[in-house]
């Protein structure tokens, strides 16, 4: 038992000193500020595609609400309503490609924090556009997809087991599976991104475990911003009509904190478990 908290003591005091020595705060304030660029009008478009094509968009509404703390979401609603008086597709098209250049920088600067965190060369300015824009284009078709699952899923679902003869157990089941969906699709974008962005070679094993404890927090920090500021923080008293901006500001904040959190338990994991990188000190070039 005391060489089981002593290893604990040793990881935590591992994260801390690689948290600090990488400056985890600037870096998840540089790009948490171009993905909060981003965040409305891709959305936005990714809404008006559901639309346009004629499906019910609760479920991605629902999904939506289930990766943003409510405060947070009521703004996107608001946005998302003023966006959607004018339903020309070829304008929301226009908003994701006006979108695409800060998502693309907050993929650049996401790359550049974690491979600072590895302590790896983050690549030539050439290399890191190429990998952000790839990036983007993987995550817009995994948002496709899972609104296609998400969509459809039910639909064909029903079909399967009314052809087996129980169609009211899968409408229990999916009821119950559709938000543990979200979930799943959280935790397999962590691995993506672990996985891809370090400048060395990464089995899923490696950047499991700061994936699945990115997932966790990120759901605590969803539930927890929403309970707090509902509660103890009266932000519209101080800043009146932006303070649902501001909001968005802090959640991104410190959702861009906890990406960069799991890189770094997954360093200090390698270096625990014998088959440490490279390079751990931030800085150092491979």
């Known amino acids: 038992m005391k060489a089981l908290f002593k290893r604990l003591y040793n990881f935590g005091k591992g994260v801390y000193r690689l948290y600090t020595d990488t400056k985890i705060p600037f870096l998840a304030a540089q790009t948490s500020f171009?993905?909060?660029?981003?965040?409305?009008?891709?959305?936005?478009?990714?809404?008006?595609?559901?639309?346009?094509?004629?499906?019910?968009?609760?479920l991605f509404m629902q999904a939506l609400s289930s990766f943003l703390p409510s405060s947070t979401y009521m703004l996107t609603l608001q946005v998302l309503e003023s966006?959607?008086?004018?339903?020309?597709?070829?304008?929301?098209?226009?908003?994701?490609?006006?979108?695409l250049w800060p998502f693309t920088k907050g993929v650049q600067s996401l790359i550049v924090s974690i491979n600072t965190?590895?302590?790896?060369?983050?690549?030539?300015?050439?290399?890191?556009?190429?990998?952000?824009l790839l990036?983007?284009?993987?995550?817009?078709?995994?948002?496709?997809?899972?609104?296609?699952?998400?969509?459809?899923?039910?639909?064909?679902?029903?079909?399967?087991?009314?052809?087996?003869?129980?169609?009211?157990?899968?409408?229990?089941?999916?009821?119950y599976l559709r938000y543990e969906f979200s979930v799943l699709v959280l935790l397999i974008v962590f691995i993506i991104l672990y996985k891809t962005i370090p400048r060395?070679?990464?089995?899923?094993?490696?950047?499991?475990?700061?994936?699945?404890?990115?997932?966790i927090l990120w759901l605590i920090l969803?539930?927890?911003?929403?309970?707090?500021m509902g509660r103890f923080f009266k932000f519209a008293s101080i800043y009146g009509g932006i303070a649902g901006i501001i909001l968005l500001i802090i959640w991104l904040y410190w959702?861009?904190?906890?990406?960069l959190i799991g890189a770094v338990i997954n360093v200090i994991n390698?270096?625990?478990?014998?088959?440490r990188p490279d390079a751990l000190k931030p800085g150092k070039n491979q």
Not at 34 to 58: G, N, Q, S
Not at 222 to 228: I, Q, R
């Open 270 to 275: 390698r270096k625990h478990r014998g088959n």
């Open 34 to 58: 171009y993905v909060i660029l981003a965040f409305f009008p891709f959305v936005a478009f990714i809404l008006t595609l559901i639309r346009a094509t004629h499906l019910d968009d609760t």
């Open 200 to 215: 060395m070679k990464l089995k899923t094993g490696d950047v499991f475990p700061g994936a699945a404890v990115a997932t």
């Open 222 to 228: 969803s539930s927890a911003f929403s309970f707090f």
């Open 255 to 259: 959702a861009m904190h906890i990406i």
């Open 117 to 132: 965190v590895y302590g790896t060369d983050e690549g030539t300015l050439l290399k890191r556009l190429g990998l952000s």
């Open 135 to 175: 990036l983007t284009a993987a995550f817009i078709l995994l948002i496709i997809l899972s609104m296609i699952l998400l969509l459809f899923g039910r639909y064909l679902g029903e079909i399967i087991f009314e052809y087996l003869g129980s169609p009211e157990f899968f409408v229990r089941i999916w009821d």
């Open 83 to 99: 966006a959607q008086a004018n339903k020309s597709l070829f304008i929301s098209i226009g908003g994701v490609v006006a979108s």
